[in-house]
Nanobody
Framework: QVQLVESGGGLVQAAASLRLSCVASGRAFSTYAMGWFRQAPGKEREFVAA?????????SYADSVKGRFTISRDNPKNTVYLQMNSLKPEDTAIYYC??????????????????WGRGTQVTVSS
């Protein structure tokens, strides 16, 4: 099975930047759509961003992060990134990486993804 490991979270002040990374195991990474989701305490898991299986492929973003976050992937490194700029306190959450095989599209729904990482905490102070 596919294993996903997120890293790069931390505690930062509002307006700071972070870059999250997600490294996938296996040899089929280039065929997966990849997504980032987040879950704050007491909240539902919500979609953040997604990218299809092409290097430099199509991307999709939640309205709340458009213009601030950028998703990208490096298929030879089996890695997907989430560059987060202009962070706000409401961005505080555990951020999860997810993968879906046959990844031509960029799904927005958690149920459309098969594999999940354990998450990395992002905390943004006021």
């Amino acid at each position: 099975q596919v294993q996903l490991v997120e890293s790069g979270g931390g505690l930062v002040q509002a307006a700071a930047s972070l870059r999250l990374s997600c490294v996938a195991s296996g040899r089929a990474f280039s065929t997966y759509a990849m997504g980032w989701f987040r879950q704050a305490p007491g909240k539902e898991r919500e979609f953040v961003a997604a990218i299809n299986f092409y290097s430099g492929g199509s991307t999709s973003y939640a309205d709340s992060v458009k213009g601030r976050f950028t998703i990208s992937r490096d298929n030879p490194k089996n890695t997907v990134y989430l560059q987060m700029n202009s962070l706000k306190p409401e961005d505080t959450a555990i951020y999860y990486c997810a993968a879906r095989s046959a990844g031509y599209y960029t799904p927005h729904t958690a149920g459309e993804y098969t594999y999940w990482g354990r998450g990395t905490q992002v905390t943004v102070s006021s």
